[in-house]
């Protein structure tokens, strides 16, 4: 398989994935509520962000799927693998976290394709 196709199936794995996780944070989802109560924000505040990281999730979503810049793919990974620690941390067990590592992987593994793509189109 070429790698043009592998990065093909990682960008709609997480488009998927982000899609998804943005409807359901536009929703407002008591539990996702919860963590950001964890971190610091006010009950009201937390209701009032989780519609706006539910749109940026989306956003990062087309972005990837239309044209992934590595940085915003970067960036899935470090929010994917953030939201996926954030469960244990806030007492939930570790498989929360372990479940969820595809989710930080897809977007980690899409950069370093996307990495070296970049390196072999500036050696040819």
């Known amino acids: 398989m070429r790698m043009q196709s592998v990065e093909k199936i990682l960008r709609v794995g997480i488009f998927l994935?982000?899609?998804?996780?943005g409807i359901v944070a536009i929703q407002g989802p008591l539990r996702w509520i919860d963590y950001l109560e964890f971190i610091g924000f006010s009950s009201d505040r937390a209701s009032?962000?989780?519609?706006?990281?539910?749109?940026?999730?989306?956003l990062v979503a087309l972005t990837i799927l239309i044209k992934p810049y590595k940085y915003v793919v970067l960036w899935a990974s470090i929010w994917a693998f953030s939201?996926?620690?954030?469960?244990p941390l806030s007492g939930e067990e570790i498989w929360a976290f372990v479940e969820r590592g595809s989710n930080w992987m897809t977007p980690l593994a899409l950069y370093i394709c996307l990495i070296i793509k970049s390196k072999n189109q500036n050696c040819e």
Request: charged fraction near 15%.
């Open 83 to 87: 939201t996926a620690l954030i469960r």
């Open 48 to 58: 009032d962000i989780l519609p706006l990281i539910g749109f940026l999730d989306i």
């Open 17 to 21: 994935t982000f899609l998804g996780h």
